[in-house]
Every structure is written in structure tokens, then in C-alpha cells.
T-cell receptor, first 116, second 112 residues
Framework: EAGVTQFPSHSVIEKGQTVTLRCDPISGHDNLYWYRRVMGKEIKFLLHFVKESKQDESGMPNNRFLAERTGGTYSTLKVQPAELEDSGVYFC??????????????FGPGTRLTVT | KNEVEQSPQNLTAQEGEFITINCSYSVGISALHWLQQHPGGGIVSLFMLSSGKKKHGRLIATINIQEKHSSLHITASHPRDSAVYICAVFIGYGGSQGNLIFGKGTKLSVKP
């Protein structure tokens, strides 16, 4: 079974440009999470989808970030326009099941975003 | 002060040594992940636990719910264990169910 995949693995863009990151979760996983690690800091939560619905987007830094999950399958995270402080590694994770239980999260390889 | 504290931040060991990495948390509920990230690599889940102890090969994870503390032990360490080990605690309330709060990680280097 394929794991969580992310595309691209690395993106270098100029300040003011737009970038779209993609995450394909493990098939059948209802939960999809986006996280980000900026240089020297711990990984931080961005948002959580349950199927196609945003369950929690409290970690999104500002309205330059837009996440979607079409049909409850893959998800995209768009940054428009990108700023220097958006540089970091963006991780996606998925887990199965919903409700008042905790399910193991499976992480993708991450997308390293560099804004120059 | 971080909500999830790991110690030590950096650890150098000789091959074969017994290694312990600690995680203390002040938020979330008593369920957490231990994660591993090799240099330039993705994140791999080693354990998810909410009570007691789990063992997988040379890795052992324990959690003390009352003290909000977890430890990751590596027995007979090997250079291939060199990686960053991250403790991540589940948020357990409301709409944030299942979201994780991460520690800064412990960078482990095992010398041959």
C-alpha cells in the first residue's frame, strides 16, 4: 500500500509568487493534516481535514494560505503571495477513523519551500 | 516555555550504548507519538501510545499518564539510529481532536 505522498519535494520561488503544494493521503484515510516546520523551530499544526471538510484551521498563519481537499481525497495548500517567512518544510499526514479516539498518523516526506 | 519539552536537545553516544530521550508535556491528553526523522528524510512514526509501554525491536517507549511524561529508549544503539527523535502530543479537545503539538526534537548521533 502506498504511503502519504507529497509534491513537489522541493520548491524555490520568489517573494510575491504563488506556490501550490499537494498531498495524497493513504487511501481510505479520512483525516488529513498539514504541518509546517520553519528553520530552528518545532513542527507546528496548520489545519485538519475530515474528508472534504475543514475540521480545524486554527494553525493557518494568515489568509495568504488556502487549503482544499477535493472530494475528500488529495489536498492542496496554496500560498499566495508567498513571503520570505513562509520558507520551511511542509508536512502532510493522514490517519483513519473519526470520533473520540486517537489514530496513528502517517507522515509524508515533506515539501521544502524556499522563498527568496 | 514550550508545551512539549524534550531532553536532551542533542545526544552523542557510542555504538552499543543504551539511550534514553525524555518528553514532558503540559498540554493535551495522555496520548502521544514518537517520531523519527533522518537527515534529509521524511518523518516516520515509531510509536503511538496512551498508556504503559510499547516495544518494537530495540526501541521501547513508556508513558506515565499521571506525571505527563514519556521516554523513548534505544537498546544496543547503532549508527543507523542517528536521527532526530520527536515527541508529539495529541490535543484532545473539541474540534482539535487528533491534532498534534510537537517538541523541538532530540538530535541523536551514534558513533561507531
Amino acid at each position: 500500500e502506498a504511503g502519504v505522498t507529497q509534491f513537489p519535494s522541493h520548491s524555490v520561488i520568489e517573494k510575491g509568487q504563488t506556490v501550490t503544494l499537494r498531498c495524497d493521503p493513504i487511501s481510505g484515510h479520512d483525516n488529513l493534516y498539514w504541518y509546517r516546520r520553519v528553520m530552528g523551530k518545532e513542527i507546528k499544526f496548520l489545519l485538519h481535514f475530515v474528508k472534504e471538510s475543514k475540521q480545524d484551521e486554527s494553525g493557518m498563519p494568515n489568509n495568504r494560505f488556502l487549503a482544499e481537499r477535493t472530494g475528500g481525497t488529495y489536498s492542496t495548500l496554496k500560498v499566495q503571495p508567498a513571503e520570505l517567512e513562509d520558507s520551511g518544510v511542509y508536512f502532510c499526514a493522514s490517519s483513519q477513523g473519526v470520533g473520540l479516539s486517537f489514530y496513528e498518523q502517517y507522515f509524508g516526506p515533506g515539501t521544502r519551500l524556499t522563498v527568496t | 516555555k514550550n508545551e512539549v519539552e524534550q531532553s536532551p536537545q542533542n545526544l552523542t553516544a557510542q555504538e552499543g550504548e543504551f539511550i534514553t530521550i525524555n518528553c514532558s508535556y503540559s498540554v493535551g491528553i495522555s496520548a502521544l507519538h514518537w517520531l523519527q526523522q533522518h537527515p534529509g528524510g521524511g518523518i516516520v512514526s515509531l510509536f503511538m501510545l496512551s498508556s504503559g509501554k510499547k516495544k518494537h525491536g530495540r526501541l521501547i517507549a513508556t508513558i506515565n499518564i499521571q506525571e505527563k511524561h514519556s521516554s523513548l529508549h534505544i537498546t544496543a544503539s547503532h549508527p543507523r539510529d542517528s536521527a532526530v527523535y520527536i515527541c508529539a502530543v495529541f490535543i484532545g479537545y473539541g474540534g482539535s481532536q487528533g491534532n498534534l503539538i510537537f517538541g523541538k526534537g532530540t538530535k541523536l548521533s551514534v558513533k561507531p
